[in-house]
């Protein structure tokens, strides 16, 4: 009886924090659906009369289109760069016997201790200087560099699993170290490779404080600062075209994330050291 009990109470938590996950981007797609007056009459009422004219608005307008263009631009490059320095820097302090191999590696860590915040105005300050403020390498360069450290701590996590005998094998063949890399290792770590380029690739799409700091202009404006263009004088919001344009935003963060999600899962527990 106490043991059906604590199943019950367990599967009733499980659907608590499951709707608590869940309500938000279902209210958030039915507010989209929703027409101006009904959306401030009944928030959080079921749409009556649902409508798609709040995305035939944005379709109309295309800025969001071009935004999204842009964070896919910084999300891709970053990402690739993200995961090409991590990985190769990792296997570097895994396998390579230098003196200053330690604390080279103290000092990646050490870069998870550096709050973002107090780099803005240095960095706000250099970019102005090389005239490189609303280019999208002012978002790229700060995000591969406060990514590196977390990323080479997971990919020295997997690289000390693999054996040194694989490599000195490859060695005796006549593998180049490069070889080695790109042909023995770096396929071993799929799996922490889809777990960094995953779960950068949706804070980078989501980031605003690096987009909001370093551009203004309407042209290199990425997704998450282009959301502010609804609203209008006087903090007025077309909430109706707000709300649309955010659902489109989501979706491919959202996409990643379920597609990938297997990958994730393994990378973050047994299959990122089994490869």
């Not at 770590?189 to 804070?203: F, P």
């Not at 989501?206 to 282009?226: P, Q, R, V």
Request: proline share 5%; hydrophobic share 55%.
């Amino acid at each position: 009886m106490k043991r059906n009990v604590l199943h019950i109470l367990f599967w009733a938590l499980v659907l608590f924090f499951l709707f608590i996950q869940i309500y938000p981007v279902a209210w958030l797609f039915m507010a989209s659906i929703k027409p101006t007056t009904e959306l401030s009459a009944a928030p959080f009422a079921l749409p009556q009369n649902p409508t798609l004219e709040n995305y035939i608005s944005i379709f109309q307008d295309g800025s969001i289109f071009h935004y999204m263009w842009n964070s896919v631009k910084v999300t891709g490059v970053s990402v690739i760069l993200i995961v090409l320095l991590s990985s190769t820097a990792a296997y570097a302090l895994t396998k390579f016997c230098f003196r200053i191999t330690k604390p080279l590696y103290a000092l990646f860590t050490f870069g998870i201790m550096v709050p973002v915040q107090i780099t803005l105005i240095p960095l706000f300050c250099f970019y102005s200087d090389m005239k490189l403020l609303n280019t999208s390498i002012t978002v790229i360069l700060p995000q591969v560099g406060f990514a590196l450290p977390l990323s080479v701590m997971m990919f020295v996590s997997f690289y000390s699993f693999v054996p040194n005998e694989l490599i000195e094998a490859a060695v005796m063949d006549g593998c180049s170290a490069y070889g080695i890399f790109f042909k023995i290792v770096f396929p071993l770590a799929r799996n922490t490779v889809i777990t960094v380029a995953s779960m950068y690739c949706i804070l980078i799409w989501n980031d605003f404080i690096f987009a909001n700091t370093f551009i203004s202009d309407n042209e290199a404006k990425t997704i998450a600062l282009g959301l502010r263009d609804y609203v209008g004088a006087f903090g007025n919001v077309n909430w109706g075209m707000t709300f649309a344009a955010i659902a489109i935003s989501i979706l491919p963060p959202m996409i990643i994330y379920f597609a990938l999600n297997k990958y994730v899962t393994a990378g973050m527990t047994l299959g990122a050291t089994k490869g």
